[in-house]
């Protein structure tokens, strides 16, 4: 080794240990379900009745999508399922959710869902729930202007 990357060694070593460089603290930790309150498995078994030979997205997932709904400054979780039913979490702080899934009229919708998104459609300043469905029973749905209280499904 040449006395210039020796220097050049030294030098950052100097550096890194006066700049108080330390090595970074974790940035995510893993929360049980008890803990966050989150049950949702979108869990897939597949038969010979459905399966990825006959449907070439059986594996692809529905997604999640993220938004305050209630105007709490929190962000709120709807994860949509494909065999299993879809979920909507209202965040209640410090990562903890709360389901409500059955108040605001999506379990048991039926079909398959394909994707979900969250805007205001209607543009009366509340954020919308979009989820596209398919298969059996798969019409799309949009909830309308959930709030604490009350949700409308059309
Ligand atoms: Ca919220
Ligand atoms: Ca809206």
Not at 63 to 88: C, E, M, P, R
């Amino acid at each position: 080794m040449d006395k210039t990357c020796t220097l050049f060694l030294v030098c950052m070593g100097v550096m890194l240990s006066s700049s108080g460089f330390t090595q970074p603290a974790e940035l995510f930790q893993l929360k049980s379900a008890e803990d966050c309150g989150i049950t949702f498995n979108n869990r897939i078994v597949d038969d010979k009745e459905a399966n990825l030979l006959i449907y070439d997205g059986f594996y692809a997932g529905a997604g999640v999508a993220i938004g305050d709904l209630n105007g709490d400054g929190l962000q709120d979780l709807y994860f949509a399922g494909n065999q299993v039913h879809d979920q909507l979490y209202i965040n209640e702080g410090d990562l903890k959710f709360s389901e409500v899934s059955e108040k605001a009229g999506i379990k048991n919708r039926g079909g398959w869902s394909t994707g979900v998104t969250m805007a205001d459609i209607n543009n009366d300043g509340k954020l919308d729930i979009y989820v596209c469905k398919s298969l059996i029973g798969g019409i799309p749905y949009l909830v309308v202007g959930y709030t604490k209280t009350s949700i409308t499904n059309s």
